[in-house]
């Protein structure tokens, strides 16, 4: 197996050859726009890996990796706009860039480039990965309308937070990781396993999402510091700080999460001491480990070399270590 540096790289130079001049250029300039911006690029590095770890060349894997991370990238330009969010990973947002309604058409693009990738396959193996995507294709769309949802609830349980977080994140790092599996023809066990390996993953993932929205550095984190808060997302920490605050505590938080403000620096600052001051912050950060850990305890199940669990093992630690 490679490092994830080479894994990036092997991404970057694929994308970079599927690249053509295309018109009309006001579809395709923002979807050039917003993969070339980067990220860390996990998903498609897993979709990589998965397929190495089951002992198959990377380049085999490739156009399903960059499928991956095309509709990845589809989502997030949705979800912008949705967001009314003006970064993304430290640049300004397509529809910021550009307008609404090219942000709109040229997401649609990206999710029709994506299935195309599939074309690369074998029918069989083409068969398998279409249906994995469009299984978990209509969970992030099911995800992204229970966080629109659960803005305006009062009442959301942990359990549907979870829930909600699983389909939204979680299931596209999983089906990333079944892709690799897949494409390597390995067992229905192993790749059931890789699937949960991702899945936990992705959980532990998304919660440390959440938490770096509160404290992350706005000079690493690319995003808008607060943005959770602005938007009055009712994600872990909220719910955690809920359950865990005074009863003053708890019907201040209930009030700075039912205002929109112009300036909400004062809002964002209260809201993070409340998060640090009932333990929320301190729950969710034993959240991460709890399902990082569960990531681990599939691997055991696993049958690949102990070398290749480790490699796999070193990429969910980092991944838990990150400030972006």
Known sequence: MHSIQQYQEFISDYLQSQSK????????????????LGGKRMRPILTLMSAEAFDTDYKKALPAALAVEVFHNFSLVHDDIMDDAPLRRGNVTVHEKWDINTGILSGDAMLILAYQYFE????????????????TALEVCEGQQWDVDFESRS?????????????????????AMKMGAIIAETSKENANLIYDFGLNLGLAFQLQDDYLDAFGNPKTFGKQVGGDIIENKKTYLYLKALAFSSSKEKEELEHLFSIHLEDNS???????????????AEATQKAIQNFTLKAFETLEKMNISEEKKVMLTNFGENLMKRNV
């Open 21 to 36: 001049n295309m018109e009309p250029k006001n579809l395709y300039e923002p979807i050039h726009y917003i993969l070339q």
């Open 120 to 135: 690369e396959y074998e029918p069989a193996i083409f068969q398998s990965l279409a249906k994995l995507f469009s299984k």
């Open 155 to 175: 009442d959301v349980t942990i359990p549907e937070y979870l829930k909600m977080i699983e389909c939204k994140t979680a299931v596209l790092v999983a089906a």
């Open 266 to 280: 004062d809002k964002i600052n209260s809201v993070k001491q409340i998060f640090h001051s009932s333990g929320a």
